[in-house]
């Protein structure tokens, strides 16, 4: 599903920093990973680069046989919105956009047909179990609410590729843990191949991969017996 190999990421700046070094490792379909590391280690980097947000500046990445790095910014970006879905730790919602309509976007951008849309919609949130709060606003929803609409939100191109960082980092345990398990019932119902950045050994724990980075370099790379 994903190959990098030796992947580097430089950012000119006022000082260059130098986020990720020779970053070679594959992932295989349906596999679900955690990546985990200190702070500034290069995790969000490596998402985005994973995610085709961005590019390396040397290597190679592949996701689903398409080498990102070759791909200019319009292929990359068709492409992202058909493979690859991605969760952020802030939800990114759109404040003035009803939950439905938020999680129809990504269908709206595809030009996808409005009674499909709708179909698709009451699917996703039976799925994340907000059936009930399609005509909410973002802001009337709790923290764990609001992350379950951005999963929706995901889940509704049924994208192969599923990039999450720091999916319960705004989440006390317990609506972390409901993140979670809903993550990994989407992992065995649609063997989407998840990769999840996090801080958090719990979270991890639901993974059956763990990938640890420091200084840009992977430091440790095992499999942990999470997961299914
Ligand atoms: N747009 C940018 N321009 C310049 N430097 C950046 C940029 N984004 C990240 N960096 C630097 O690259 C390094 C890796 O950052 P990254 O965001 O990938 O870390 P991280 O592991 O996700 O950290 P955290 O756990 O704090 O989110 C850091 O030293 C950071 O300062
Ligand atoms: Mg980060």
Redesign the pocket.
Known sequence: MLKLHDVT?T???KSE????TGITLTIEPGEMVAIM????????????LLGGLDVPTSGAIVVAGQDLAKENEKDRSLFRRSKISYIFQAYHLMPTLKVSQNVALPLHLAGVSSGEITRKVARVLQEVGLETRSNHLPDELSGGERQRVAIARALITDAPLLLA??PTGNLDTARGEEVLSLLRTIHREHNTTIVM?T?DHHAASACQRLIK?RD?RVEGDSAIGGGK
Do not use: I, M, Q, R
């Open positions: 990421k950012y000119d700046g920093v130098t986020a990720l590391g200190p702070s500034g280690s290069g995790k969000s980097t490596l998402l985005n960082d720091e950045v801080h980075l840009g």
